[in-house]
């Protein structure tokens, strides 16, 4: 289970690492859209908007997680690379406790606020019933959902990419067939989706238990680990809060342009929620490269061996800003088709491709700054990361967004186009913040 990547060729590193990742991603966005889909073929378009804000909620909490997740992953990596086993331990110990009492307070906290936060959303008058309905049944399965993710966590800082690939397809596969179920025969609607995800999460998670309990000696887990210890969960938190924060910040950023295309109208509302979900499917290579950046980055960095974690950095960089590149000119030719797979409604399918259009230019500028936030958190310099991304959302992608809305209010692509001038912006300061800390190492080495 356990792998360490501080020897051999980096690219094969990343390669080994990253695509049992990318699979798992792309099983996770495809048991996201999968609601999307299944209730566009039996609901109108306020059933599908629905699940499109109700989703998009569900998402921004989940990312927080795996954000704050990040933290365990680097402390366990960075173990594991200084082959520190007792401290391995103590990491996966203090991570369940620290992170099962953080989903119970969260699970009450959203149950009380479901009314408040579709507000929130300017959902439109026609879909408010159903996404409170779907937002109640996916807060009541909190739990499961910390509970996967955490999981992965764990498995990813110990260099095991491939068992949170299995998660997922438990969970990918019970999902699409329950929505069958409760969407299809049953025609629950909203709640269907909810019910679909929520239920299959649970599933998904005791798959992962039973392969724990199977590996618990090779963990080396012991009865102390769970006892909480401040200076183990103070430097997860370290690193951790700040990642969450900024996917936190991120997910803001795009509810609040969610709000600015719901004020629009209905297919407006409808366009921008399927587009996130199918931006979400194309971030698949700039998303494993950030969790393969920090966790293989983390594990050398344990092991004494920073240029190493440097060399990881600069290949994910090309990874992701070549196939960026690549998917920015395709998807100029077939946006329409990509949007009409979720939607049969001709006004939605137009709006959907405008956005998609300008959006798509932003998969190339994230995965260079997904990829140096990725190194930023293996360094222990996670607030670096959120540094970049407020700078990006408060001067361009918000404001760029209300601005497109409001000058351009018969296209969505000048708002696309906003989401990618942010995350340039995000990519100018990651290098400055790169070079500063390449000045800082030089140094200490001159006073060293």
């Keep these: ?54 989703s998009q909620v569900m998402h921004m909490l989940t990312v927080m997680i795996v954000g704050l997740a990040m933290g365990s992953t680097v402390t366990i990596a960075q173990a594991v690379g200084g082959r520190n086993r007792r401290r391995m331990a103590e990491n996966i110990g203090n991570t369940t406790v620290l992170f099962m009492g953080l989903s119970v307070v969260l699970t009450a906290v959203l149950l009380a606020c479901v009314g408040p936060i579709v507000g929130v959303m300017s959902t439109p008058a026609e879909a408010v019933a159903g996404a409170r309905r779907y937002l109640t049944v996916c807060f009541l399965g909190i739990p499961f959902i910390t509970a996967y993710n955490i999981i992965s966590s764990i498995f990813r800082g110990m260099g095991d990419s491939k068992s949170p690939m299995l998660f997922i397809a ?48 090779e963990m080396q887990l012991q009865r102390g680990d769970f006892r909480p210890k401040r200076p183990v969960m103070g430097q997860i938190l ?7 924060l900024q996917d936190g910040l991120i997910q803001v950023a795009f509810i609040l342009i969610t709000i600015i295309a719901n004020r629009r109208g209905l297919t407006d509302a409808a366009a921008v929620g399927i587009v996130e979900k199918i931006i979400s499917f194309l971030f698949l290579v700039p998303s494993s490269m950030l969790s393969t950046v920090s966790a293989l980055g983390a594990q050398n960095i344990g092991a004494g061996k920073p240029q190493r974690a440097l060399s990881t950095l600069k290949y994910a960089i ?12 395709a998807v ?40 140096c936030s990725g190194y930023f958190c293996a360094c222990g310099r996670s607030e670096f990361s959120f540094l970049h991304n407020i700078v990006a959302v408060a001067l361009v992608r918000v404001p760029g967004a209300y601005l497109a809305s409001r000058l351009f209010p018969e296209t969505l692509f000048p708002m696309g186009l906003a989401t990618a001038l942010g995350s340039l912006v995000s990519v100018l300061v990651c290098v400055g913040l790169l070079m500063w800390m390449r000045r800082k190492s030089r140094e200490a080495a001159l006073h060293g």
């Design 238 to 244: 370290k690193i951790g809060v700040p990642v969450a």
């Design 318 to 329: 090309g990874i992701a800003l070549g196939f960026g590149l690549v998917m920015g000119v």
């Design 332 to 371: 100029q030719w077939i946006a329409e088709g990509m949007v009409g797979l979720f939607t049969a409604d001709a006004a939605a399918t137009a709006a959907g491709g405008q956005y998609l259009r300008g959006y798509i230019w932003d998969c190339a500028m994230a995965g260079v700054h997904f990829s």
């Design 170 to 217: 438990v969970a990918c596969a019970c999902n699409i067939a329950l929505d069958y179920l409760f969407m299809g025969a049953l025609r629950l609607g909203p709640v269907g989706a909810a019910l679909g995800t929520t239920l299959s999460q649970g599933i998904s998670v005791a798959f992962s238990l039973g392969m724990i309990y199977r590996r618990r000696r």
């Design 1 to 54: 289970m356990e792998r360490n990547y501080t020897e051999g060729s980096v690219p094969k590193s990343i390669l080994r690492f990253s695509l049992p990742y990318l699979l798992s991603y792309f099983l996770q966005t495809l048991y996201g859209m999968a609601d999307l889909f299944i209730i566009g073929q039996y609901e109108n378009v306020a059933g599908t908007t629905a699940v499109s804000i109700g």
